[in-house]
């Protein structure tokens, strides 16, 4: 008799994986899907939600025992992002900028600074946000006119960045800024900016059409001075850093966009079998089968890009393409999904009452943030015709 091999499945956990992902399900249906309807109504940030997240040591996720971590990976956190998205946007993006753009950058590139505030942000004694768009410099983040001068044992930085998720609420900013206009984007810097910097004045963000339970605000700076080892990484590097910074961010926004989709669905399969319609339920109907069909199509596609990312990071492996490709393709999908849930559901998806307007206005932001899906599309065409 031929013994076959195991088949590994693409989506197959580690007991530890599926220990996080479990856990965190729990979390987000028994604590956080409560809130979710009344932090969109109201555009507030849920603070005991954020703790509670802080006391599951879910920031400390991807990060080492050594600065406080658990020691786990990037697919652990992702599918703990993926769990909360389902139930709220907002949260799970919260959590993913903290993460992804708030803290790693500061733990890979930032030398002395990774001691001083990875710890902290890690243990959720504050929030991190991270600075890249401005008024005039948003996909095109080469055009960056926030400047950054050198003075005595100081930079002085003068400019504004918006769009700033999370930054009400953080202790420390990562912003690029320009040290050579001479040399366009080789000459942008990044920077760690404290909260209590001379100089930094924080506005507060207007009112959002989706994920409107996620902090926003902008960033001005006024002669704003900094301690010059403050610098993340080389000067000069700061763009190719942001770059780096934002391969990762793409994989987070995937598990995001597949969370919401993910949710969406689930709400949009059971009000199928539900809903009694033309002597049956909208279920029996080939129209809606054809629709959940594809929905579900679509999520499964999705959650194989978004998890094989995650694990080419996690080995170490080139993932740009593999990035781009997962958070193209798993926020498109989230938008298509939720549509698709609003027609299913009829009027009734087209009110408040019902959860599927908001997962439909959620998703929006993730084709737009963290690069749109037009710039997914440049990097993934730039990787295929370079052959890699």
């Given at each position: 008799m031929?013994?076959?091999?195991?088949?590994?499945?693409?989506?197959?956990?580690?007991?530890?994986?599926?220990?996080?992902?479990?856990?965190?399900?729990?979390?987000?249906?028994?604590?956080?899907?409560?809130?979710?309807?009344?932090?969109?109504e109201s555009?507030?940030?849920?603070m005991?939600?954020?703790?509670?997240?802080v006391?599951l040591?879910?920031?400390?996720?991807?990060?080492p025992?050594d600065?406080?971590?658990?020691?786990?990976?990037?697919?652990?956190?992702?599918?703990?992002?993926?769990e909360?998205?389902?139930?709220?946007g907002?949260?799970?993006?919260t959590?993913?900028?903290?993460?992804?753009l708030?803290?790693?950058?500061i733990?890979?590139?930032?030398?002395?600074?990774?001691?001083?505030?990875v710890?902290d942000?890690?243990?959720?004694?504050?929030?991190?946000?991270?600075?890249?768009?401005?008024?005039?410099a948003?996909?095109?983040?080469?055009?960056?006119?926030?400047?950054?001068?050198?003075?005595?044992?100081?930079?002085?930085?003068?400019?504004r960045?918006?769009f700033c998720?999370?930054?009400?609420?953080?202790g420390?900013?990562?912003?690029t800024?320009?040290?050579?206009?001479t040399?366009?984007?080789?000459?942008?810097?990044?920077?760690?900016v404290?909260?209590?910097?001379?100089?930094l004045?924080?506005?507060?963000?207007?009112?959002?059409?989706?994920?409107?339970?996620?902090?926003?605000?902008?960033?001005?700076?006024?002669?704003?001075?900094?301690?010059?080892?403050?610098?993340?990484?080389?000067?000069?590097?700061?763009?190719?850093?942001?770059?780096?910074?934002?391969?990762?961010g793409r994989?987070?926004?995937?598990?995001?966009?597949?969370?919401?989709?993910?949710?969406?669905?689930?709400?949009?399969?059971?009000?199928a079998?539900?809903?009694?319609?033309?002597?049956?339920?909208?279920?029996?109907?080939?129209?809606?089968?054809?629709?959940l069909?594809?929905?579900?199509?679509?999520?499964?596609?999705s959650?194989?890009?978004?998890?094989h990312?995650?694990?080419?990071k996690?080995?170490?492996?080139?993932?740009?393409?593999?990035?781009?490709?997962?958070?193209?393709?798993?926020?498109?999908?989230?938008?298509?999904?939720?549509?698709?849930?609003?027609?299913?559901?009829?009027?009734y998806?087209?009110?408040?009452?019902?959860?599927?307007?908001?997962?439909?206005?959620?998703?929006?932001?993730?084709?737009?943030?963290?690069?749109?899906?037009?710039v997914q599309?440049?990097?993934?065409?730039r990787?295929?015709?370079?052959?890699?």
């Amino acid at each position: 008799m031929i013994t076959l091999p195991e088949i590994k499945h693409g989506l197959d956990l580690t007991e530890s994986q599926e220990m996080i992902r479990d856990m965190v399900r729990d979390f987000a249906r028994t604590e956080v899907a409560p809130k979710a309807h009344d932090i969109d109504e109201s555009h507030s940030f849920p603070m005991a939600t954020w703790k509670r997240i802080v006391e599951l040591g879910l920031p400390g996720i991807p990060f080492p025992e050594d600065v406080g971590g658990s020691g786990g990976d990037t697919l652990s956190y992702i599918l703990a992002v993926e769990e909360i998205a389902k139930v709220c946007g907002s949260t799970g993006l919260t959590l993913a900028a903290h993460v992804s753009l708030g803290t790693y950058p500061i733990y890979a590139w930032g030398a002395h600074l990774k001691d001083l505030y990875v710890p902290d942000l890690v243990a959720g004694k504050f929030m991190g946000a991270y600075g890249l768009t401005e008024p005039g410099a948003g996909s095109d983040a080469g055009s960056t006119r926030t400047t950054a001068v050198e003075s005595g044992s100081s930079w002085v930085l003068n400019g504004r960045k918006c769009f700033c998720t999370n930054a009400n609420y953080a202790g420390t900013y990562i912003v690029t800024a320009v040290t050579d206009k001479t040399l366009g984007a080789k000459g942008i810097s990044a920077f760690v900016v404290p909260r209590s910097t001379p100089g930094l004045v924080i506005e507060k963000g207007e009112h959002k059409l989706g994920m409107r339970g996620s902090d926003w605000a902008s960033l001005v700076f006024e002669d704003a001075r900094i301690p010059k080892d403050h610098l993340l990484g080389p000067s000069g590097q700061g763009f190719k850093t942001f770059m780096m910074t934002l391969d990762g961010g793409r994989i987070s926004i995937g598990a995001l966009s597949l969370g919401i989709a993910a949710g969406a669905f689930e709400c949009a399969l059971q009000y199928a079998k539900e809903r009694e319609a033309f002597g049956g339920t909208l279920a029996d109907l080939q129209a809606v089968q054809f629709k959940l069909s594809d929905m579900a199509l679509s999520i499964e596609a999705s959650r194989h890009l978004v998890y094989h990312a995650a694990r080419l990071k996690d080995a170490g492996l080139p993932y740009s393409k593999e990035a781009a490709m997962a958070k193209l393709h798993a926020s498109e999908t989230a938008m298509k999904v939720t549509y698709d849930a609003i027609q299913i559901y009829g009027g009734y998806g087209y009110s408040r009452e019902y959860p599927v307007e908001r997962m439909w206005r959620d998703a929006k932001l993730c084709v737009i943030g963290e690069g749109t899906s037009e710039v997914q599309r440049i990097v993934i065409a730039r990787n295929i015709l370079r052959g890699s």
